[in-house]
């Protein structure tokens, strides 16, 4: 998205790499959490991946807004830094990502894909 904006995604100076680190971690985790728990279920829903992407976009909107709370502590300039994700697209860039990951792990998991074989090792189950 700052490709093609052109624009730092937090454009605040002196804030540093660290509130874009902690919040990816944290959406990161979320996603594999949601992710995991709904692949454990014998038939998953397509329907849980609109959940599934929704709670990393919030966690990562949140623990951003808490790192820069604990880096800068200042509550404006960290509801302004997370305004700015969700006005300058970035948020949506991470929930479309979410989602569209997500339904391919349902996809996979649905489908019961298996590793991919060479042509001769399906010779012997023959």
Do not use: C, K
């Not at 990161?28 to 599934?52: C, E, G």
């Not at 697209?89 to 019961?112: D, E, H, K």
């Amino acid at each position: 998205m700052s490709i093609a904006t052109d624009t730092d995604i937090i454009a605040v100076p002196d804030l540093g790499q660290t509130p874009g680190v902690v919040g990816m971690i944290a959406a990161v985790v979320s996603f594999a959490l949601m992710l995991w728990s709904t692949l454990r279920r014998p038939h998953p829903s397509y329907v849980a991946t609109i959940a599934i992407a929704l709670v990393a976009g919030i966690v990562h909107l949140v623990a951003v807004w808490a790192a820069v709370l604990v880096g800068a502590g200042n509550v404006v300039l960290a509801t302004a830094v997370a305004g700015d994700l969700v006005r300058g697209g970035a948020s949506a860039v991470l929930v479309l990502a979410a989602l569209i990951a997500a339904w391919g792990g349902i996809a996979l998991r649905r489908t019961r894909a298996e590793h991919p074989r060479w042509p001769w090792e399906r010779d012997e189950e023959e």
